[in-house]
């Protein structure tokens, strides 16, 4: 490997392709020089010796989908779970450079990784419902735990309806949440994600645990999700991540090896490495 | 036919590999079984209403109960509950949640070591720590020294629990911005409750069924006795006395005495059922 850090900064001028995005949303990034929802400068994590994220720079603009993509042990889980500090509650782990949502520093002193997880959410490889909870509870949770008021039962209504999942445990919210078959948990956990509103969401691997027609429901879901949320999404299948994202990172060894459009990365990349992966040649 | 004779083969090992667990485990519940027919067919005969509500009769007069050493276990194990549980929880949930530190570990090894005192060390320990200073002995003591057999057990037992609780569980939690300790209370250990419960249950009836520490320490009394200051009696003392009279009266009452207290144990395990089942429908 060369010493130098693999870093690719995607030109902010450079119009992302965005599908369907509709036209009345204002923009959510304020100031016009720095159009990314998520920025990532110089990201750095250690597990104690081990050097698991390099020196990675990147951008997401709003209402767009980033895939991260990589063999195994590439840093794919470590890179976003570094975007909500989930790093935090890990023994031995440590996390160096800037991460901006917004402009902001999720870094910075000061910061309450507590408050920032509510704005940035996280979907994760299994679906991981409180088993304790009925379906309703667990959507509502993160109102519930956070002692947020409201009107519960039509969030959850809402949440579930963007969840695709509203029509199908409609007739048995108070049934348990672990009663659900994979699929349908794994949007239970995406609702329950979107109940706190989070502006940007996180998910890893999101349908590695789901027979196909689940994942499908899942990735449209994604691409109805995109017109309110800023996504990045860890994937292992490169199909996955063509279907969903508009751009592509991809990683090796916890480098960002390059970045791109979707259709670039996987029609005409710039990296011999990207090549080969996206091709097949490894991984 | 190679693949045919070793498809019979395990099919015959299979079979007799069943048959060997089901001989073992009907060994195993031989013991179990006598003691329930032994004292329900020697203890029965003498049950009564009364049983459960008179004080004890001398040697020689017909009826007379153990209400007051049924009162005075069922006292005395609140008193042990009242003190025990909390402590025995607690340090489990510490012990589950910060215990990776120095201090974590020598709690645990104290409560492991804990653990398998014999209960009669406790008794004397409760003896020197409760009874001499107050100068006689009394429930308080009687409960104290229960409590501090339950919770080492207990300890180790709610820390166990807590954390097989998977790491994913606190994780989706944190994910939606619930604090730290409120994921551990309203997530971690609400998932592990029903467990916890279970546990508090078994030390409890464990803690109902102790003699040795309650010889002297709540010692014994012929009366009903609500003050925790005094002497209580206690069914497993009372069976005690019973067993070692000379009279075939006195024996009668203490089988009969101990089925009382296996309807007790009995009740508290059925309790520990009813309370942790879900609420939900299609929990698993």
Redesign the interface.
């Known amino acids: 490997m060369s010493p130098a850090p693999a870093v690719q900064i995607m030109p902010p001028e450079k119009p992302v392709p965005m599908v369907s995005a509709p036209q009345q949303q204002p923009p959510l990034a304020p100031e016009p020089e720095t159009p990314f929802k998520v920025e990532v400068q110089d990201l750095n994590v250690y597990f104690r010796a081990n050097h698991a994220i390099r020196h990675v720079t990147l951008g997401v603009k709003p209402q767009t989908v980033l895939a991260v993509i990589g063999p195994s042990g590439c840093g794919k889980s470590t890179f976003i779970r570094a975007l909500n500090r989930m790093h935090d509650l890990v023994p031995g782990a440590r996390v160096e450079g800037r991460v901006f949502v917004d402009g902001e520093d999720l870094y910075a002193r000061g910061i309450d990784p507590v408050l920032l997880r509510r704005r940035v959410g996280m979907v994760f490889q299994r679906p991981n419902p409180f088993p304790t909870m009925s379906i309703y509870e667990n959507v509502a949770a993160g109102l519930t735990l956070n002692g947020i008021g409201g009107n519960h039962a039509e969030i959850v209504e809402h949440c579930l309806r963007q969840a695709a999942l509203w029509d199908e445990v409609k007739d048995r919210l108070r049934h348990a949440g672990t009663s659900l078959s994979g699929g349908q948990q794994q949007r239970l956990c995406i609702a329950r994600a979107l109940a706190v509103e989070p502006e940007v969401l996180l998910m890893d691997e999101p349908a590695s645990a789901l027979d196909p027609i689940a994942t499908a429901k899942i990735e449209e879901l994604i691409h109805e999700l995109k017109e309110k949320y800023t996504i990045v999404i860890v994937t292992h299948s490169m199909q996955q991540a063509a279907r969903v994202s508009d751009n592509t990172a991809f990683f090796y060894l916890g480098e960002l090896i390059e970045m791109g459009p979707t259709a670039q990365i996987f029609t005409n990349p710039r990296e011999r490495r990207t090549e080969d992966y996206v091709t097949g040649k490894f991984g | 036919m190679n693949l045919h004779s070793s498809f019979t083969y395990r099919k015959v090992v299979d079979r007799g590999m069943a048959l060997v667990c089901a001989l073992f485990f009907a060994l195993a519940f031989i013991p179990l079984l006598s003691v329930l027919w032994l004292v329900i067919s020697k203890g029965a005969a003498g049950l009564s209403w009364s049983f459960f509500t008179q004080l004890p009769k001398p040697v020689g007069e017909v009826g007379g109960g153990v209400g007051n050493a049924l009162l005075g276990t069922l006292f005395m194990v609140g008193l042990a509950c009242l003190i025990g549980l909390p402590l025995g929880v607690g340090a489990g949930v510490f012990l589950a949640e910060k215990g990776?530190g120095t201090v974590g570990r020598s709690v645990r090894f104290m409560a492991e070591v804990l653990s398998g005192v014999p209960s009669i060390v406790v008794g004397i320990v409760a003896y020197a720590l409760v009874v001499i200073p107050m100068g006689h002995f009394s429930a308080i003591a009687g409960g104290v020294a229960l409590a501090i057999l339950m919770i080492p057990t207990l300890a180790r037992a709610t820390e166990e629990l807590v954390r097989v609780v998977?790491a994913?569980?606190?994780?989706?939690?944190?994910?939606?911005?619930?604090?730290?300790w409120?994921?551990s209370i309203?997530?971690v250990i609400?998932?592990a409750?029903s467990g916890i419960v279970t546990a508090c249950l078994l030390a409890v009836a464990r803690a109902a069924g102790e003699t040795a520490p309650l010889l002297f320490t709540a010692l014994n009394n012929q009366y009903w006795n609500t003050d925790p200051r005094q002497p209580t009696a206690s069914l497993t003392v009372a069976i005690f006395n019973y067993a070692i009279s000379p009279y075939d009266d006195w024996h009668a009452k203490a089988w009969t005495a101990a089925l009382v207290l296996l309807i007790v144990v009995g009740l508290l395990n059925i309790a520990s059922r009813v309370l942790t089942r879900?609420r939900?429908?299609?929990?698993?």
Do not use: F, I, Q, W
Request: glycine letters at 8%.
């Open positions: 990776d998977p994913s569980l606190r994780e989706a939690s944190l994910a939606l911005g619930v604090a730290n409120r994921t309203r997530v609400r998932t409750m879900s939900l429908k299609g929990a698993r």
